[in-house]
């Protein structure tokens, strides 16, 4: 097994200090600052760390664009990138992180926001490990997204050129070093506005048109379509969720035109249910459906250079390498369209999420010596 010379008290002492910084999906400027901060602490030099204006093309509010910092090579080699998200999901606000043994958790009132904390404190944990070792290494960008919680925002609206031109990417966002997600559904989302006709509840009722039993019939046969949940078909396989009435729907499949069509069974579900709701004199609803896509799919093939190459980094830390697929869209999924091949692995983040999320500090700090072998393997 390759021997890592990784500091464990200073990683997880990053890992603390970025659990402690709030920074909900959208405003993520405190946390990108301790970010930076740490990296320079650790010997990044201030004209290696800049944002780009990703925020300014992210069509909800976001306080500050992704963070991005250009690593020179101390040997001849291709870019590595390495990515992982700034922000956390509401839950996690006022969070306080609190180590108990070989875990990281909170009081049980808010969830804590490893997801992904770990990955940026692994990432400044293997960059500090790189230049107090002086260990050799090709050219790296580092980069750290903003609104990845809230529809992969900030990978989708970087700049591909502001990726140096990196060959292959690792994005440290899930549990387990070994486990390498090489593929990840894409999603589309869709809405429906269903404007119904009102009339006296108690004088009479049947002159309305009810847009609460419109929905609730066609949400009911969509179920029953077998579109709801886990969606499996001869055409395809994905998977779907409701929101509430007046929010946001949204369906998932390694097939961007079958994530389409799972929509399209939404949209049938609906008209048939506007056939089903009419007044006494006949009037039907309208229906108003929308969907679009939110993001793409990918897969890169296991004998790809990228996959190859993550194998090879779990092998020499002495574990087995693990290639798996998410149901869940990752930056992976901008950054591959983006043309940078991404493998995703873990650094300790679990029940991501929830009241009940912790980190497993040893995980923790398996995928900081990923990382570090990632980085300098030849």
């Known amino acids: 097994m390759k021997e890592i010379p990784l500091d464990e008290r200073a990683a997880e002492a990053h890992l603390m200090n970025f659990l402690s910084v709030e920074g909900v999906t959208g405003e993520e400027k405190a946390i990108a600052e301790t970010v930076a901060a740490a990296l320079k602490k650790v010997g990044v030099p201030e004209a290696a760390i800049r944002y780009d204006d990703a925020h300014t093309k992210i069509p909800v509010p976001t306080q500050t664009g992704n963070l991005i910092v250009e690593l020179p090579g101390t040997r001849r080699g291709d870019r590595l990138l390495f990515s992982s998200h700034l922000d956390t999901v509401p839950l ?8 108990r043994g070989d875990r990281i958790v909170t009081d049980g009132s808010t969830a804590l926001g490893g997801d992904a904390r770990t990955g940026c404190a692994a990432i400044v944990a293997m960059v500090e490990t790189l230049l107090k070792h002086r260990l050799p290494h090709p050219p790296l960008t580092l980069l750290f997204t903003v609104r ?41 989302n869709w809405e429906v506005e269903v404007k119904g006709q009102a009339s006296h509840a108690g004088v009479a009722p049947e002159q309305g048109i009810s847009a609460t039993l ?16 886990k969606v499996a078909k001869p055409e395809g396989e994905g998977t779907s969720n409701v929101g509430v009435f007046g ?17 399209a069974g939404y949209r049938e579900a609906f008209l048939k249910a506007r056939e089903a709701v ?46 798996i697929s998410s149901n869940g869209g990752l930056d992976a999924n901008w950054l591959a369209r983006h043309g940078v091949p991404t493998v995703t692995f873990g650094s300790g983040q679990a029940e991501i999420h929830t009241v009940k999320e912790y980190v497993d500090v040893p995980e923790y700090l398996k995928g900081c010596r990923m990382a570090v072998v990632l980085a300098t393997q030849e």
């Open 278 to 323: 009419k007044s006494s004199a006949g009037e039907m609803a309208e229906v108003t459906f929308t969907s679009k896509p939110a993001y793409p799919p990918f897969k890169l093939e296991e004998n790809s250079p990228a996959v190859q190459y993550a194998r090879r980094a779990v092998a020499s830390l002495g574990m087995t390498p693990e290639v």
């Open 148 to 188: 990845e919680e809230s529809g992969l925002h900030g990978a989708r609206e970087l700049d591909p050129k502001d990726l140096g031109g990196a060959a292959m990417c690792f994005n440290v966002d899930t549990t387990h070093a070994h486990k390498l997600i090489v593929a990840a559904v894409g999603q589309e």
């Open 214 to 229: 419109l929905g609730s019939i066609a949400l009911a046969e969509a179920h029953r379509a077998g579109w709801f949940g």
């Open 247 to 263: 929010g946001r729907d949204r369906k998932r499949s390694h097939d961007a035109a079958f994530a389409a069509e799972i929509a």
């Open 92 to 99: 996690c606000a006022g969070a306080k992180p609190i180590l």
